[in-house]
């Protein structure tokens, strides 16, 4: 094997997120039903047998040192492997936006390397790099829908019925560090049990983060308002910047504004690349 292509990374939305506590360490607890879309990134890998990590843009360009680049070296600093690769980015999902992109990416990358680099790590040895690059990477290498806790350690997955959603993406961004660290963030939500949820799961709870979130970005407000508009009922995912509503089928959107990145996504069973490492540790 010497090469693989069309390698998808799909993106998240947080059906809710409540912060439940904050711990002495000042990490916050929270609660939060992660969802994969099919709004995806697409990687391409080739081996190098130089040994030498190269990555290359083919839409929207990356920083330097970025997710894929790191996810890439940790995976050769942990296994000592000497074969390297070239790696082709085609960049969809937006960035700041609270959908988990670069995450994937990193998820994506593990999964192919371990693959291509023929290392046979299992699926928790490539978690426990993953949670190095970033909290949401273990979601994205477990491959299925999930009800997150703690500090976003504990996964449990569930399963969601079928649905069509709009996500809209306005061209501003937002740092989650920020949110975090608003004094005015709610930081006391009781604790939610999954049964609940279940029984409901796209019209449950609410994003914590959200109101911090409208203050310092004018433009998440902005696009909450243009799907009340269209009739339906908005939230933000994530730190934002995006937010997203459950589409009913036949509904028509109003017109887009100039530079909002608007799409039509499905919810997915489970993640493209499900399978690809060995695990007997998540059922």
């Known amino acids: 094997m010497k ?33 994969l879309i099919d709004w995806c990134d697409t990687l391409h890998f080739e081996l190098r047998a ?9 839409t929207t360009p990356l920083p330097a040192d970025d997710l894929v680049t790191r996810a890439a070296r940790a995976l050769k600093a942990h296994t000592g492997c000497p074969l390297g690769a070239h790696i082709a980015v085609a960049k969809q ?23 291509l680099w023929k290392l046979g790590l ?13 909290a949401d990477v273990p979601f994205f290498l477990r ?22 959603f709009v996500v809209v993406k306005p061209p501003a961004g937002l740092e989650t560090r920020k949110i975090f660290e608003d004094p005015t963030l709610k930081r006391d939500t009781n604790a939610a049990r ?14 914590d983060l959200q109101p911090v979130a409208q203050r310092l970005c004018p433009q998440v407000t902005q696009a909450l308002q243009w799907l009340e508009d269209a009739g339906l009922h908005g939230r933000m995912t994530g ?8 589409l009913p089928d036949g509904k028509n959107l109003g017109q887009v504004p100039d530079q909002w990145q608007v799409r039509t996504c499905g919810n997915m069973d489970v993640h493209p690349l499900l399978g690809w490492a060995t695990s007997d540790d998540y059922r």
């Open 50 to 58: 130089a040994g030498d990590i190269s990555r290359e843009d083919l």
């Open 239 to 246: 730190s934002g910047s995006a937010v997203f509503a459950q």
């Open 194 to 207: 999954i049964s609940v949820f279940a029984a409901n799961a796209y019209d449950f709870g609410r994003n």
């Open 3 to 35: 090469s693989l292509y069309d390698v998808p990374a799909p993106a998240k939305l947080n059906l809710f997120l409540h912060i439940t506590g904050r711990r002495a360490d000042g990490y916050h607890l929270l609660q939060s039903a992660f969802m």
């Open 143 to 164: 491959g299925r829908n999930a009800w997150v806790e703690g500090i976003g350690e504990r996964i449990a997955p569930i399963s969601l019925p079928a649905a069509r």
């Open 93 to 115: 999902i937006p960035a700041q936006a609270g959908m988990g992109g670069g995450s994937s990416d990193a998820a994506s990358c593990l999964l192919a390397l371990n693959r």
């Open 122 to 134: 299992r699926l928790s040895e490539l978690e426990a790099i993953g949670l190095t690059l970033g």
